[in-house]
C-alpha cells in the first residue's frame, strides 16, 4: 500500500527565502506525482503535475523534481511571498489498477511567509 | 468557466443523526470524486463515479455513507448515522479524464462537525 510522507509539517519563513518542501514516497511504481495548494477554507489547486518518466516541472517561482528511484519529490520556492502561505500537498498515482490507481495524498506542509 | 459547487459549507449535527452533501461538478468533466479530509491529514477518496457508474468505492465505510450520481451530473453523499469520527471536511472533485494524468479540480469543501 503506497504511503507518502511530507516532512516537515510546518515551516516558517521571512519574506524573500527560498526553501524547499519534500516528499516521500514508498511504491516508485507512479504514473504521476502532484503538487497542491490548499488555503484555509478552501479546496485544492493544482500547482504542477510530473509524470514518471519527467525529472521537473517548472511554473513561474515554482520548480518540483522527482526522484521515482530513490521515492522522493521536491518542491521549490524561490523568493518566498506571504502570499504562499498555505499547505501544500503532494499526491501520487499509481500504475496498478482498482485504488492503486487513485491518488494518494500526503499530510501536507504548512507554509507560513512572514512580512 | 464555473468551478465544482459544494453545499452546505458548514454543517453541525449530532451523533447518530444524518447528513447530506451535494456536490455540481464542472460542466462537462465526467468523472466526480468524493475525498474526506480529516483535520491535520491528506484527503483520503471515499468514491470515484465514471458519469453515473461507481469506478472505485473501497474505502467507502458502506455501512453508514452512500452516494450517488444518478444524472451523470450531480451528486449528493449521504452518512447515516454519523459518528464522532465523521467530522471532517468532505471535498468533491471533477475532471475531464478517467484516470491517467487528469487534473483534479476541486470544490471549496462541506465542513462536517459531529458533536
Known amino acids: 500500500k503506497q504511503e507518502v510522507t511530507q516532512i516537515p509539517a510546518a515551516l516558517s519563513v521571512p519574506e524573500g527565502e527560498n526553501l524547499v518542501l519534500n516528499c516521500s514516497f514508498t511504491d516508485s511504481a507512479i504514473y504521476n506525482l502532484q503538487w497542491f495548494r490548499q488555503d484555509p477554507g478552501k479546496g485544492l489547486t493544482s500547482l504542477l503535475l510530473i509524470q514518471s518518466s519527467q525529472r521537473e516541472q517548472t511554473s513561474g517561482r515554482l520548480n518540483a523534481s522527482l526522484d521515482k528511484s530513490s521515492g522522493r519529490s521536491t518542491l521549490y520556492i524561490a523568493a518566498s511571498q506571504p502570499g504562499d502561505s498555505a499547505t501544500y500537498l503532494c499526491?501520487?498515482?499509481?500504475?496498478?489498477?482498482?485504488?492503486?490507481?487513485?491518488?494518494?495524498f500526503g499530510s501536507g506542509t504548512q507554509l507560513t511567509v512572514l512580512p | 468557466e464555473a468551478g465544482v459547487a459544494q453545499s452546505p459549507r458548514y454543517k453541525i449535527i449530532e451523533k447518530r443523526q444524518s447528513v447530506a452533501f451535494w456536490c455540481n461538478p464542472i460542466?462537462?468533466?465526467?468523472?466526480l470524486y468524493w475525498y474526506q479530509q480529516i483535520l491535520g491529514q491528506g484527503p483520503k477518496l471515499l468514491i470515484q463515479f465514471q458519469n453515473n457508474g461507481v469506478v472505485d468505492d473501497s474505502q467507502l465505510p458502506k455501512d453508514r455513507f452512500s452516494a450517488e450520481r444518478l444524472k451523470g451530473v450531480d451528486s449528493t453523499l449521504k452518512i447515516q448515522p454519523a459518528k464522532l469520527e465523521d467530522s471532517a471536511v468532505y471535498l468533491c472533485a471533477s475532471s475531464n479524464n478517467h484516470g491517467g494524468a487528469n487534473v483534479l479540480t476541486f470544490g471549496a469543501g462541506s465542513r462536517l462537525t459531529v458533536l
Open positions: 499526491a501520487v498515482r499509481g500504475i496498478s489498477s482498482g485504488s492503486a490507481r487513485q491518488l494518494t
Open positions: 460542466s462537462g468533466h465526467a468523472t
